[in-house]
Structure formats: C-alpha cells, structure tokens
C-alpha cells in the first residue's frame, strides 16, 4: 500500500494529473462558497420570519458556524462527487503512462454509468454519515471519539469508492481489493481528508493509488 501511495503522489509530477487537480480543487472551493451563500439566505431569512431582522451580521456569522460545522461531514462527500466526474481521466493516464497493457484490457464506463456511480456514491455517503451523526454529537465532548468515528466510517466508504471506479473499468476479478487493502487505502484517504490543505489533493492522489494498489501487485506477482 505504501509503494502506491507514494506513487499516487508522484502521479503529481503529470501535467494532466495536475490539472485535473486544480480543476477539483477549484470546483470544491465553488461548490462550498455557493453552500455558505445557501446557508446565509436561509439561516438570515429564518431570523426574519422567526426571531427578528438584523443587518445580517448575526445570520452570516450563524452560517459560518454551520458550514464550518457541515464542512466536516460534508467536504469528503463533496469532493470525492467532483472526483467522479474526473475519475475515469485520472485512470486512463496513470494507466497509459504505467500499465499500457492493463489498459488496453479495460473498458471505460460510459458517462451515464459513471454519473450513476458517482450519485450513488454520494447518497451512500450522506447517508452512513447522517446515521453517524448522533454519535458524532454524542462524542464530540470527548474530543477525539468523533473524529475516530467519522475516520472509521468514510475510511470504508472511500475504500469501496475507489474499488467501485477500478471494478467498473475491469470487472471484479481482476480491479477487486482484498478487504484490508480497501480498508487501510480507505483510511489513509479519510485521514488525509482531515488534514487543511492536504484534503483537496487527496481525492486525486487516493485514485491514483488506487489504479497503482489493483494494477501493481498483479505486476511484481507476475514478474
């Protein structure tokens, strides 16, 4: 897992990998700043129909708050969505440039079947969290229980998110992780995600090294 990983993070040295990710980063950015400017009208004209009317400043920071708060469950939903979209380019590169055989072999999902992946990713997501959430608010006066939840839990969902792109390409048989390497490839995904900064590239990273985990190990065996 290591040698993937790290190969996942040299994959940043391509041009083409690069740019996908600054285009998920940006896309990311967008899509939590159009949330706070959500959050800001319904949380300013909650004030006004229920409490009183303020100049704003009250319901802004009220929404601070929250998509401060909703940023932590939310960004690895929102981000690995984004990644969907671009999840099928980052593996055509890593596979041309390092496994030219492995991808000539695979077949790449359709638009259609890639979108379908990618919302149920993100419902499946949304909805393990939301079941999580009472333990989250429960353990959060702990200090470190509810980020261990919140790890388990995303670091299960990350891992079947990265099979799922390879098994759709590949089939089961020959893209499928075993159990362990799902789950410690998941969890060091879900730990980076925690990181500020470090969490915007780990979308593209943990695919990368998800192509490099289910190609490479198939290579050194055969060799």
């Known amino acids: 897992m290591l040698r993937?990983?790290?190969?996942?993070?040299?994959?940043?040295?391509?041009?083409?990998?690069?740019?996908?990710?600054?285009?998920?980063?940006?896309?990311?950015?967008?899509?939590?700043?159009?949330?706070?400017?959500?959050?800001?009208?319904?949380?300013?004209?909650?004030?006004?129909?229920?409490?009183?009317?303020?100049?704003?400043?009250?319901?802004?920071?009220?929404?601070?708050?929250?998509?401060?708060?909703?940023?932590?469950?939310?960004?690895?939903?929102?981000?690995?969505?984004?990644?969907?979209?671009?999840?099928?380019?980052?593996?055509?590169?890593?596979?041309a440039k390092h496994y030219p055989f492995e991808a000539a072999r695979g077949k790449r999902p359709s638009n259609w079947q890639s979108a379908k992946m990618g919302l149920r990713s993100a419902m499946?997501?949304?909805?393990?969290?939301?079941?999580?959430?009472?333990f989250y608010l429960i353990l959060l006066v702990t200090g470190i229980g509810a980020p261990l939840v919140f790890l388990g839990v995303n670091a299960l969902l990350l891992g079947r998110d990265l099979e799922d792109m390879l098994v759709a390409r590949h089939g089961h048989h020959l893209a499928a992780f075993g159990k362990g390497e799902r789950l410690m490839l998941g969890l060091a995904g879900a730990a980076g995600m925690m990181v500020p900064l470090l969490q915007f590239v780990v979308p593209v990273v943990a695919t990368a090294s998800a192509v490099h985990m289910a190609h490479g190990k198939y290579r050194v065996k055969v060799t």
């Open 4 to 95: 993937a990983i790290s190969f996942g993070f040299a994959s940043l040295s391509d041009k083409g990998i690069m740019m996908i990710l600054i285009r998920v980063m940006l896309l990311t950015l967008l899509a939590f700043v159009l949330l706070g400017i959500g959050l800001w009208y319904a949380i300013d004209s909650a004030f006004h129909y229920f409490v009183y009317a303020d100049d704003g400043g009250l319901s802004a920071v009220a929404a601070i708050a929250m998509l401060a708060l909703s940023g932590l469950v939310l960004f690895r939903m929102v981000a690995v969505a984004i990644t969907w979209v671009f999840s099928d380019d980052i593996i055509d590169i890593i596979e």
């Open 124 to 134: 499946r997501a949304l909805g393990y969290n939301l079941l999580a959430l009472p």
